[in-house]
């Protein structure tokens, strides 16, 4: 079993739509969890980071992590164009990103 | 903004030739990491580094991986004999002292091996 599983899509919606990525994860050491944006050709954004069970919101963006499942999610709502973009689980077992695990990413298309 | 920067941004070499990969971290970072992301594949861990000395590295991380913080501003990876496997980009990050799992990526380096 792969430590972070994430389907990588692609995935299209129209824009305004809600927009639910996900990733699934087997260590159960993982206390931090990671949501980054990468567009083409760039390097990968942080986007939202929390740590352990609950929710954070950010603007247009929650991220939700349920330790009890190993099941981690963004939420990005009234979707714009501009969100098109791969976006990448990231989880680590201790504070300060060592040795982070990242998802496969899952790629987003956002429709005018 | 403040942002990490990344020379040179394509590296063409071929199999068995050794380079040098480049960063610039955000000036007042500390930690200072590399990952690879080979055409197709998911972002992996290669090395961390803070104190002048590597942190944790991974398997891939073997012994033809170096990492060098050469003076106050910059911080290297190098690779002293390319295979043709090592064809990926290349990403440097860095991240501060306090805030612990916010890691700045930089633009990477697309290395191809030929």
């Known amino acids: 079993q792969k430590e972070v599983e994430q389907d990588p899509g692609p995935l299209s919606v129209p824009e305004g739509a809600i927009v639910s990525l996900n990733c699934t994860y087997s260590n159960s050491a993982f206390q931090y969890f990671m949501w980054y944006r990468q567009y083409s050709r760039k390097g990968p954004e942080l986007l939202m980071y929390t740590y352990s069970s609950g929710n954070k919101e950010d603007g247009r963006f929650t991220a939700q992590v349920d330790k009890s499942s190993k099941y981690i999610s963004l939420f990005i709502r009234d979707s714009q164009p501009s969100d098109s973009a791969t976006y990448l689980c990231a989880m680590s077992p201790w504070a300060g990103g060592f040795k982070t695990i990242f998802g496969a990413g899952t790629r987003l298309f956002v429709k005018a | 903004e403040p942002e990490v920067t990344q020379t040179p941004s394509h590296q063409v070499t071929q199999m068995g030739q050794e380079v040098i990969l480049r960063c610039v971290p955000i000036?007042?970072?500390?930690?200072f990491y590399w990952y690879r992301q080979i055409l197709g594949q998911k972002v992996e861990f290669l090395v961390s580094?803070?104190?002048?000395?590597?942190?944790?590295k991974s398997e891939i991380f073997d012994d033809q991986f170096s990492v060098e913080r050469p003076d106050g501003s910059n911080f290297t990876l190098k690779i002293r004999s390319t295979k043709l496997e090592d064809s990926a980009m290349y990403f440097c990050?860095?991240?501060?002292?306090?805030?612990?799992?916010?890691?700045?990526f930089g633009p990477g380096t697309r290395l191809t091996v030929l």
């Open positions: 990050a860095s991240r501060g002292q306090i805030s612990y799992n916010e890691q700045f």
């Open positions: 000036s007042n970072h500390l930690y």
């Open positions: 580094f803070y104190n002048n000395e590597i942190s944790e």
